[in-house]
């Protein structure tokens, strides 16, 4: 990030009749071929999409035979893509995982985590505290001890310089158009490598993955397995009726996404063939997703009016102590111009005039 022209206003947040936050960032769309379908503001920006980039990590679990190798499911390849909530089911499908392994949960380098879910939380204070199963990446590391045995590699997995992380960089290199291997890295909060790159790039890969592009049989396989796996279980994504989920439900599996920490978003529309990237500059999740429904409307990929109802679902109203409401987001990105009169909140004047006549 350079400076302030990177960015444009996404969201306002409101409290009462006032604008108490304003969120800001970077939405890129892009073909197959890389081409920008759209962009407001810098479609270079260079960032982590951290998380984002599960999908094409677990196509390595898929094309190298792996998961085959060992038996496992769709719901697995889905874990393999998820920053989930340690929620019992997603727990379950991790802990047997690692017995398909031969494998206990030591064996996994992120750290002990809790669940998410305030119930969950409070079970797993009562049956020892944090484990590393609850980790949100830990079906993310499965994977790859998954691919680290079916290739008879260690299972140091968190070298760059590891068998599974070379098949991955491999992967990502076709889809980006570029050598994965030398993008900066970082770390990730769970350890693993960590890539930056251009949302511009990171777009156009998005688009391939849609499509399956790929030169070699295997790897179309993968993709369409991953994506599928992808569609077929969005709760295991993020968490049950979570915003991803409710994306992927609301547009009946056309579109497929995958969210990274500090604001980052990646979708993919494979019956348009196109990738979507969003990025917020102050690191914040809560209006990205309704970014995308705004997003998703603009090119018809739902009716403008299914996106606009979309939204509110997307953000929670804000609320205060006692559950009565006191404020909401408002998404201000590429507002729609209204076509038939309409009766004109307070919001409306003080927020968006300016988008809606000029």
Known sequence: MRDGTDFVELARIWRGPLVESVHRGTVVVADFEGRLVGSWGDAGLMTFPRSSLKPFQAMALVESGAADAFGLTDEHIAMACASHSAEPFQVALVNDWLGRLGLDESALVCAPALPRGEADMGNAFTSGGPRR?????????????????????????????????????????????????????????????????PMRSLARAAARLALGYSGDANRRAAARRVLGAMAAHPDHLQGTDAATARVVRATNGRVVLKGGAEGFLMAMVPERGLGICIKTADGSPRAKFAVLARVLGHYGV??????????????????????????????????????????????????????AFF
């Open 133 to 197: 199963v609850y980790h949100n990446c830990s079906g993310k590391h499965c994977g790859f001890l998954t691919v680290a045995k079916h290739l008879g590699a260690g299972l140091d997995y968190a070298d760059p310089a590891h068998p599974a992380q070379k098949l991955y960089l491999s992967i990502l290199s076709e889809y980006l158009g570029q050598d994965a291997a030398k993008l900066p890295m970082g770390r990730d909060q769970c350890g693993l490598p960590a890539l930056a790159l």
């Open 302 to 355: 739902l009716e403008t009016a299914e996106a606009e109802a979309l939204i509110p679902d997307l953000c929670p109203p804000i609320t205060d102590s006692t559950g009565a409401l006191v404020g909401g987001t408002e998404i201000v990105f590429e507002k729609p111009v209204a076509t038939t009169p309409t009766k004109a909140t307070l919001g409306f004047w003080l927020g968006g005039v300016k988008e």
